[in-house]
């Protein structure tokens, strides 16, 4: 999940800070110091992530595209100059632009704004945006919500005091609303020093970019891996009391499977999974230098030259051409597998199904999958010609039933036009005429479709009046039977729209 960081460059950034006395500094050099902390801690844990530097007032730079060198990225903190106003839509009308050249639409991304709160003056700044929101057209719309999905998270080279004496707090929780109201403000705590800074930056840390670490099972054998970027709390919507689903730091692999049985599963997110190693040549969670960073670390890059489990496990499954079911916690699955970026690299990647007992309704209750040894025949065959998926349900499918759907208007029109055609053929296809009126009759009371029943009626009458003398007497009564039933039907009243109430035929002296 890529990164921006926003920095904010114009004057009121410059105003002086004073630390106990003993020296003067800006609130820019606060916000540097604990940008520079979060660099260095994403260097040493989070190296994977890609992070772009832009600096903002009235127009937005990039000074920095997307990268994981934050010696490049410190080095730009380090050069920042000075501009004019504040103009934060400016700057969020740019993060847009850049996110979406580099990463198109569909890649999540967190944006890190870093601001005194100050909103700016006059038009341009972000009172007035929020003010002006409902009165632009479509060629000037505030930049927010992204096109893609984003977590904002507002850095404030301020206290909470400070923002509530004016309407900057009620403005900047307003813009995080629109953002879509993931993510967080966060406030400095106290005087404005060095110290509350690295405490506000430490919160974000901790929340955002703090590794997760997990251990990898699969029987006797384990693996300390690092699962990159972390997974986020699953909360179920169906569920009564929605809580929290968070992925256990202890991994079980449940057993095996072939590619081709699990298919393209749906998945809630991809992930990475690294083997930490410590190492004389290798860091605790990576290899190399900066530069070798560039492109991401092979998994036998990462755990070094000691024997490593996850190595295994990975080379494995490439051969094989296998996925690995991995229990995340209670009734949640996942899938290891190998995915390959080049010829020549590949990486062991996690995707995370849904919560549930259930989560490929192809493959049935993941509990109730076994080991092939333990079948009474081989499920694939002695020569692999079949296969025990999908599983077949215990109870056949609403979709599988010959039900009635109109999508498009012309299917709707097939179905009036095909009782039409049999009205004309009275009394031979009395039989038929019933049955394809009482189908389309049940689906129009199963949409609440009262009106295609009143207008079915109107062309059964319409179709009586227009019978020629040689038509059979028999075709008038069942017409203008027909048509009377589908009039009380349309009313609605329980006595004649019951959804298992069939229309028969009108039992004449013309009725064989």
């Known amino acids: 999940m890529p990164t921006v960081v926003l920095m904010d460059v114009s004057l009121s950034m410059t105003r002086p800070v004073s630390l106990d006395g003993i020296e003067e500094f800006q609130r820019k050099n606060l916000a540097v110091h604990g940008l520079n902390m979060l660099f260095e801690h994403m260097a040493s844990n989070y190296r994977l992530e890609f992070t772009s530097l832009m600096a903002f007032s009235s ?40 996110v979406q050249q580099e990463w198109g639409s569909a890649c999540p991304c967190q944006v890190v704004l870093v601001t005194d709160g100050s909103l700016g003056i006059g038009k341009g700044s972000l009172r007035h945006s929020l003010q002006t929101l409902k009165q632009r057209g479509d060629d000037k719309k505030f930049p927010l919500p992204f096109p893609f999905p984003t977590k904002l998270f507002i850095m404030c080279i301020a206290n909470a005091e400070e923002l509530q004496m004016t309407d900057a707090m009620d403005n900047l929780e307003e813009l995080l609303c629109l953002s879509g109201g993931d993510g967080q403000i966060f406030t400095m705590e106290g005087p404005l020093c060095m110290k509350s800074v690295q405490t506000m930056f430490g919160k974000l840390i901790d929340l955002v970019y703090s590794p997760f670490h997990a251990v990898l099972h699969c029987g006797n054998l384990s693996s300390d891996v690092q699962v990159f970027p972390r997974p986020e709390p699953v909360v179920m919507d169906e569920e009564v009391e929605p809580m929290p689903r968070t992925v256990s730091t202890d991994l079980e692999i449940v057993g095996f499977i072939e590619i081709a049985d699990i298919a393209s599963p749906p998945v809630i997110s991809r992930h990475l999974v690294l083997p930490i190693a410590v190492n004389k040549d290798v860091d605790e969670v990576g290899t190399g230098t900066t530069d070798e960073l560039e492109e991401e670390p ?33 009734e949640w699955y996942g899938i290891l597998y190998s995915q390959a970026d080049s010829k020549k690299k590949s990486n062991l990647m996690m995707s995370l199904f849904d919560p549930g007992p259930e989560p490929l309704p192809w493959l049935g209750k993941i509990s109730h999958l076994g080991p092939i040894s333990e079948a009474a025949d081989n499920p694939y065959g002695e020569d692999d010609s079949k296969s025990p998926f999908p599983v077949q349900p215990q109870v056949k ?12 208007a012309s299917g709707l029109q097939t179905d009036v036009q095909k009782i039409l055609r049999n009205a004309r053929k009275l009394p031979d296809k009395t039989q038929t005429f019933y049955k394809e009126l009482n189908r389309l009759r049940k689906a129009a009371l199963a949409f609440g479709f009262w009106e295609l029943l009143k207008g079915v009626a109107d062309l ?26 589908l009039k009380l039907a349309s009313t609605g009243d329980s006595q004649y729209a019951a959804f298992d109430h069939n229309i028969v035929p009108m039992h004449t002296d013309f009725s064989s």
């Not at 030259?305 to 051969?319: A, Q």
């Not at 227009?466 to 007497?473: G, Q």
Request: charged share 15%; aromatic share 8%; with cysteine.
């Open 298 to 330: 092979s998994a036998s890059q990462m755990a070094g030259k000691s024997p490593n489990f996850c190595v295994l496990l990975h080379g494995s499954l490439k051969v094989e051409g296998m996925v690995a079911l991995v229990q995340l916690g209670p």
């Open 59 to 98: 127009l937005w730079e990039l000074l920095v595209p997307f990268t994981r060198d934050y010696n490049a990225l410190q080095e730009a903190l380090s050069n920042l100059e000075d501009y004019d106003k504040t103009c934060v839509e400016a700057a969020l009308n740019g993060v847009s632009n850049v």
């Open 397 to 408: 499918r609403s979709y599988a039933q010959n039900v009635t759907v109109w999508i498009k």
């Open 460 to 485: 059964l009458e319409r179709e009586c009046t227009m019978l020629p003398d040689s038509a059979h007497p028999d075709a008038a009564f069942q017409l203008s039977h027909a048509a009377q039933q």
